[in-house]
């Protein structure tokens, strides 16, 4: 049976990703600050390594003996605005998070690395489809994840073998999507959103089918290589809550904001990368076999609508 290390996974998209991983026959090891946000795997033959990414400890020997490495951490996100300090103290911490479990690694023993970045890293590509080969130019967290990124040649030359995720937009129970669109709609109360968001598009993805794609990368994916992990169809921030309140049956009413009260309540790092444009192809990741559940926000959304709504007891 592989051993497989897995930071992040108590966040978002790890906790779907670990079930997925045991499913398959993985003796998963999930590395976590708070062994309490590793509880619900108690009785499910997860082991908890107890350790902090930002310090050197024995959790570098426990991610160096594994057969396999997926990294999903991260340093916080949300909670507050993001102005540009707070986001150059998250630069900090994830160069230092990366560099302390990627340096334990050694080429030779560990079969894969899955290294999970973002897409805010290729940044505005403008109106086109881009593949992972075009050239990145940074936009909202993307210069602020950039530096972390370009260290990875670093541990590819010395043997390292990496693979490459980069999730767009990811929307499931649990995220941004439900605090911000599902539970307003469904309280009949208007949106909020900036007009950019009608028409500047972004590459979205069911968070069930993330978690598939990076368990699919890490057996398939090809050393050296990145991906992007998005649906079949780029669509605006509006279509996404369009879709959502058809499926509620609620009416759907938005109040615009303006760019700087947006800038000025959320900061500007996220007004950014929320009005990037964000075309990706998943022609790499189909390439693979991978087969999407959710291959637009047409099937993906319902599926939440309805998941959310039998989670919350709403239905
Ligand atoms: N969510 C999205 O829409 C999205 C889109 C594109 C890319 N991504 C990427 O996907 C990855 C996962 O995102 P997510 O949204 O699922 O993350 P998340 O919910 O914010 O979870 C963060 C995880 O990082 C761990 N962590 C943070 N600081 C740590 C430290 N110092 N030491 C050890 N663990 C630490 C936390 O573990 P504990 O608190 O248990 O220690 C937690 O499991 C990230 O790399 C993110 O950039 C996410």
Redesign the pocket.
């Known amino acids: 049976m592989k051993r497989l290390f897995v930071?992040?996974?108590?966040?978002?998209?790890?906790t779907r990703f670990v079930s997925l991983a045991l499913e398959a026959g993985y003796r998963v090891r999930v590395?976590?600050?708070?062994e309490r946000?590793a509880e619900r795997w108690k009785h499910e033959g997860v082991s908890v390594v107890r350790g902090?990414?930002?310090t050197p400890g024995p959790w570098q020997e426990e991610a160096a003996a594994s057969d396999e490495v997926v990294h999903?951490?991260?340093?916080l996100?949300f909670g507050a605005r993001v102005t540009h300090q707070r986001a150059e103290a998250y630069r900090e911490q994830r160069l230092r998070?990366d560099s302390l479990l990627l340096d334990s690694l050694k080429p030779g023993t560990v079969r894969r690395v899955l290294y999970?970045g973002?897409?805010s890293y290729y940044g505005d590509q403008g109106t086109q489809v881009v593949t992972e080969d075009a050239t990145p130019r940074p936009t909202g967290w993307g210069p602020y994840i950039a530096p972390a990124i370009e260290s990875l040649p670093r541990h590819l030359a010395r043997g390292l073998p990496l693979v490459e995720a980069y999730?767009?937009?990811?929307y499931g129970l649990g995220?941004w999507f439900v605090e911000y669109a599902l539970v307003p709609l469904k309280a009949g109360r208007r949106l909020f959103g900036l007009k950019e968001t009608l028409t500047h598009q972004m590459s979205p993805i069911h968070v069930e089918d993330c978690a598939r794609a990076l368990l699919h990368l890490l057996e398939h994916g090809e050393v050296g290589r990145r991906y992007f992990v998005v649906d079949d169809q780029p669509v605006t921030f509006g279509d996404l809550t369009r879709v959502a309140a058809e499926t509620l049956g609620v009416s759907y009413r938005k109040i615009f904001l303006p760019r700087w009260l947006c800038r000025l309540l959320l900061g500007p790092v996220v007004t950014e990368s929320l009005t990037s444009e964000a075309r990706l192809s998943n022609a790499r990741l189909h390439g693979t076999g991978f087969q999407f559940l959710y291959p637009t926000i047409r099937e993906g959304v319902p599926a939440l609508v309805r998941q959310w709504l039998e989670a919350s007891g709403r239905s």
């Open positions: 930071t992040g996974g108590t966040g978002f998209i790890g590395l976590t600050r708070n946000a902090d990414l930002l999903l951490a991260q340093p996100t998070m999970v973002g897409t999730p767009g937009s990811v995220s």
